[in-house]
Nanobody, 118 residues
Framework: QVQLVESGGGLVQPGGSLRLSCAAS????????MAWYRQAPGKQRDFVAVITSGAITTYSDSVKGRFTISRDNAKNTVYLQMNSLKPEDTAVYYC????????????WGQGTQVTVSS
């Protein structure tokens, strides 16, 4: 039973910061690539950032330089530090885990709402 539980979302003013957390259980976390996606109202779910099991990071151009993804394998947790937030960052943010075993396994969290508004 794999569970990904996001937390840390909320309402923040433009220019503010939030740190999202995703706590994983039921998975060998250190072997998983972990990613953040987001889905704004009326839009598709878009890639935000990924950190591989080897700690290599990749970011969407829209968040590069403002967001930082990190992981703490001892805590089975992946983070998304979001700085200089803009109204267009408003979305539900989802945590995603990807493992390559006997096949590709993909798991999603339930999401956490981030609202950037003045």
């Amino acid at each position: 039973q794999v569970q990904l539980v996001e937390s840390g979302g909320g309402l923040v003013q433009p220019g503010g910061s939030l740190r999202l957390s995703c706590a994983a259980s039921g998975i060998i976390f250190s072997d998983a690539n972990m990613a953040w996606y987001r889905q704004a109202p009326g839009k598709q779910r878009d890639f935000v950032a990924v950190i591989t099991s080897g700690a290599i990071t990749t970011y969407s151009d829209s968040v590069k330089g403002r967001f930082t993804i990190s992981r703490d394998n001892a805590k089975n947790t992946v983070y998304l530090q979001m700085n200089s937030l803009k109204p267009e960052d408003t979305a539900v943010y989802y945590c995603k885990a990807i493992r390559y075993n006997d096949g590709i396994s993909v798991y999603w969290g339930q999401g956490t709402q981030v609202t950037v508004s003045s």
